[in-house]
DNA sequence: ATGAAAGCGCTAACAC
DNA sequence: GTGTTAGCGCTTTCAT
């Protein structure tokens, strides 16, 4: 079924005046009279015309779209930034066009590809886990298109990311459990050479050093969180070996396996045991109310970044500005001071 | 910084010879010489041509792109949908730009609006919460705008559908219950006036019949399913009252509210009392074991969804098939076997 | 086998 | 104050 339009053209036959006066009218341009523009205005109700934003996009090679490549779609974390992207780009008049790489390099080389093929005025990226070569991004931005990164970032390209603030994050846990009146915090890290886990280690330090305890080394395990069962499994033996009283998790599912570890143990959680963890994924927050929860500001973040990206495309500078944002985290108390 | 970009007329420039034939070259059409065509060819690939998809949009009238209406990104169940458009989209060539109308009217037709000016070739809706007048859609389709919903659809409209089986939902649900041994089954519907209540509470009655069972009505509380604690103070004076020795829930938060009904009247729940829910926000089903959880399909109805809405737009009838499909649910069963 | 020209819908410099 | 024209990038009819 063919749609049905009406163009500049038909007001301006309508009307029996020329196509570009009725361009101008519609603009409120100054230099034509307040009679015409009042007739184009009515005829434009009339004929209910929109102009046509395609033929806007070619004319000034402007699509008022921009993209957004995210790991997963389905995922509480990557939707709520999506959310928060959707909220800026609304109100600035772009629209947003979602893909997914499903984690995967290829897919997000495409992606991209896609993306600029389209026209879109500039990109939002979150990395997929497997990518560490970053050429796809480089070679688009240097065919002049904006790229704003979030969250999974890469760690060489000047470019502007927006990431949480990893560092307060570890500080605002431990220092909760330190509250409650634990001393001796066993650490779930993550693989040593991610930025994420070293700066969440620094929190963990930091707090330590701010209430005058010295951190166990220990008590700090690398890389056995990245699923339930392998952080289970080194959270009981660190329970067995070490006799830490509480456990901070660098992630959600980390927090679960550690949960149960300490129940196993015979802990009670979070009477006489606390575990805080990284999350988002939310479930823990919502669901598991044994946990403290250090929240990542995912609707901000896509906000702040979408901004950032929309501030990028709408300069006239020809020398990019690159900015990087770190997001406070936000700490999800629960109730679990240790009976003294 | 300005784009840059090479068109058919660079290539043209290049080889000395018209626009017309380097559009032609590419498309392999047969009237050009197959040295022309290399030539061709070989420039396009040197100089990094991509065509620009705004001008073909134009050209075509058909921007390739699909429009989404959700009531929101951030819901399990929405963004599983999402990814399944997106998966067929991608498949068949078509971009997404996905829109919230955050469960509010007005949203909603400001999206419609915005996404028919943004020339998108179709549009796939969920309804928001609020939505009882489709005016706005019918407007739209009425414009040559093809528009496929999904999950919450329009009870009146004339259009192509799809939607969750709720009457088969319902059936599988309560077959499990009785299949367990549970003879009294409890039933938290939703509002009397939806479609899926009543669905729902007809598979309730099959599953009864087809065992040779009575339905007790007082057995079935309306309208007091819409969140947790509405469906705990219900489940607990059905308890308390009628003597049910499971509950049929019509959603994730009734079926947490009569878990907890249960377990604080004394029951153990899953072993001495069944609890199944309908859920499409994973949740449950991922976190509480003890509920036995219709899943409804959101990934495959995004995929069907999707592959309605491009063979419409595809299509060259004038008059438009409709299409109503209803997506089997499935049951995620847990072992709740009533002790005999 | 290839080029010239018109047009998709809109705008803006340049007429008058 | 309004019309004419050219052009954004591409395709396609009509010439040659």
Chains 1, 2 share one sequence.
């Not at 006066?21 to 307040?34: N, P, Q, Y």
């Not at 930025?195 to 010295?214: P, S």
């Not at 998790?249 to 045991?273: H, T």
């Not at 994924?281 to 702040?304: C, D, K, R």
Request: net charge negative.
């Amino acid at each position: 079924m063919k749609r049905q339009t009406t163009t500049i053209k038909d007001i301006a036959r309508e009307l029996g005046i020329s196509p570009s006066t009725v361009s101008r009218a519609l603009k409120d341009h100054f230099e034509i009279s307040e009679e015409t523009k009042k007739a184009v205005r009515r005829v434009a109700e009339e004929l209910n015309y929109q102009p046509n934003s395609l033929a806007l996009s070619l004319r000034y090679s402007k699509s008022n779209t921009i993209g957004v490549i995210v790991p997963e779609i389905v995922h509480f974390f990557f939707s709520t930034v999506i959310s928060g992207i959707e909220d800026i780009a609304q109100s600035k008049g772009y629209n947003v066009i979602i893909t997914q790489s499903n984690e995967s390099v290829a897919r997000e080389m495409m992606n991209i590809q896609t993306l600029f093929n389209n026209r879109v005025d500039g990109v939002l990226v979150s990395l997929s886990k497997e990518s560490f070569d970053y050429t796809h991004f480089e070679a688009m931005m240097q065919k002049g298109l904006p790229i704003v990164f979030f969250d999974r970032v890469p760690d060489t390209l000047n470019t502007s990311k927006v990431t949480v603030d990893d560092l307060l994050g570890g500080q605002q846990a431990t220092e909760h459990l330190i509250k409650q009146g634990y001393k001796r915090i066993g650490h779930l890290a993550g693989p040593k050479n991610l930025d994420i886990t070293n700066a969440r280690l620094e929190g963990f330090r930091k707090a330590h050093e701010d209430a005058g305890l010295t951190v166990d080394e220990d008590l700090i395990i690398y890389d056995q969180a990245s699923n339930e069962g392998e952080a289970y499994a080194a959270a009981f033996e660190l329970l067995k070996t070490k006799k830490p009283d509480a456990l901070f998790a660098s992630n959600d599912l980390a927090a679960m396996g550690a949960i149960k570890a300490a129940q196993k143990y015979g802990k009670n959680v979070p009477q006489d045991f606390g575990v805080v963890g990284f999350s988002n994924w939310q479930f823990t927050a919502l669901t598991n109310p044994s946990i403290t929860t250090i929240e990542q500001p995912g609707f901000e973040m896509g906000q702040h970044a979408a901004e950032l990206l929309i501030k990028q495309i709408e300069s006239e500078e020809e020398e990019v500005s690159v900015e990087s944002l770190k997001l406070p985290t936000n700490l999800l108390a629960r109730d679990s001071s240790k009976k003294v």
